[in-house]
């Protein structure tokens, strides 16, 4: 079994910044067998993804509309993957999501990083809200 626990939402103003961090744990977890993603749902929306890394390569990918603006990293040593959002939006509000995706393949990650039904394992979420 997985645990994923998101920590680092919070209110901010458009313009400014935060980092979330998802942490992972279980007594068979391998942080290189799995590709950490980040979701986001607004209320009376769809769910979407908005990155991704693959934690043993560093690959990273990002939906068209965070890049230049957010940034995924992995902490191997603690288990844990950020993600740093600046120049925040309104848009951006949402519960964010982390996710683990069981690397089956290599090519696992990039066809399948944006779709949640490809996932494993989820955390609870915390509220990101961006004030206008």
């Known amino acids: 079994e997985v645990q994923l626990v998101e920590s680092g939402g919070a209110l901010v103003q458009a313009g400014g910044s935060l980092r979330l961090s998802c942490a992972a744990s279980?007594?068979?977890?391998?942080?290189?067998?799995?590709?950490i993603g980040w979701f986001r749902q607004a209320p009376g929306k769809e769910r979407e993804g908005v990155s991704c890394?693959?934690?043993?390569?560093?690959?990273?990918y990002y939906r068209d509309s965070v890049k230049g603006r957010f940034t995924i990293s992995n902490d191997h040593a603690k288990n844990t993957v950020y993600l740093q959002m600046e120049q925040l939006k309104p848009e951006d509000a949402a519960v964010y999501y982390c996710?683990?995706?069981?690397?089956?393949?290599?090519?696992?990650?990039?066809?399948?990083?944006?779709?949640?039904?490809?996932?494993?394992?989820w955390g609870q979420g915390t509220q990101v809200t961006v004030s206008s």
């Open positions: 996710a683990a995706l069981s690397i089956v393949n290599p090519w696992t990650v990039e066809k399948s990083w944006a779709d949640q039904n490809e996932y494993d394992y």
């Open positions: 890394i693959s934690t043993g390569d560093g690959v990273t």
């Open positions: 279980g007594s068979t977890f391998d942080f290189d067998d799995y590709a």
